[in-house]
């Protein structure tokens, strides 16, 4: 489709590539063509959208170019006909994409479930990232996990016992899940009485809930995880200080990467969603990192 111009980081490009597997996936890229680097942001969820990952397309400059994506089942991206969301064909989706950039090598940014997806991309193909960022991320550690979406249920109930959030969450409407989400969004916040921080405009519910089942129920995972032992390229693991999945998924991260280059970022006087709650201090981090 035709080149558009934004007001900082330059051309922006809408293209669908075709995976392996013939799910057709919706990118987003702002900033040149030609650019030396090549970064690709990963959204959460699952289910939600590359909307979501709007904030990152500021660290696009003229050397860097930004690049989102719908996963497969999500946004305007295609559902699969075997309805298989497995991690493994998360990363081969997210290598047709790297392939189609002619992109050598990537920059990638994870955030919540799409950190999942970039860890694992990076064990197994490690030579093919030159920088891992991991964005209140979703260890590779099915027991982690778990205990995590138990620790937001908690928050959930806290805060609809002081009427922060309803007691009845909107059911799912047409599949989907936007109304259900932004009702506990305030247990996603440091604080829950703040204005909405963020719009996001779609959340597959099917695709949610095939992917979460299909990731608690994959024992390959825990597998892939040691393979991240391998991956030595810079890392930065950055969380809300207050981040409702709790400290742990970063401190799983960091026993992942044993052998990485890895720094760690906690944004003050946010929670999970750190891009929405603190953007400047979040970019400036990542930004910051990625100069060096």
Known sequence: MPSAETANAGPVREVQVVSGEGVVLQTRTVGPADAT???IAIHGGPGLSLEAMSAFESLAEPGRRVVSYDQRGAGRSTSPDDLDYSLEVQVSDLEA?????GAESVQLV???????????????????VSALVLVGAVPLD????????????????????????????PPIDQGSCLDAFNAVLPAYLDDPTMRSPTTLTSCAADTSRATYEAFVADESVEERAKHLAA???????????????G???LTRNRELLANASVDTKLIADAGHLVTAEQPKETMSAIMAFLQN
Do not use: C, M, N
């Not at 994409?97 to 950039?101: E, N, S, V």
């Not at 982690?144 to 969450?169: K, M, N, P, S, T």
């Open 142 to 169: 099915r027991a982690e996990y778990l205990a995590g979406q138990r620790r937001f249920q908690d928050r959930v109930a806290e805060l609809q016992q002081v009427g922060a959030i309803d007691d009845v969450i």
């Open 110 to 128: 994870g955030q919540s479930w799409g950190g999942a997806i970039a860890a694992a991309y990076a064990a197994t193909y490690p030579q093919r």
């Open 247 to 249: 400290p742990d998924w």
């Open 97 to 101: 994409i790297r392939k189609a950039l």
């Open 37 to 39: 680097e090549t970064l």
């Open 231 to 245: 991956f030595k390229s810079p890392v930065l693991l950055l969380a809300g200080e207050h981040d409702v999945f």
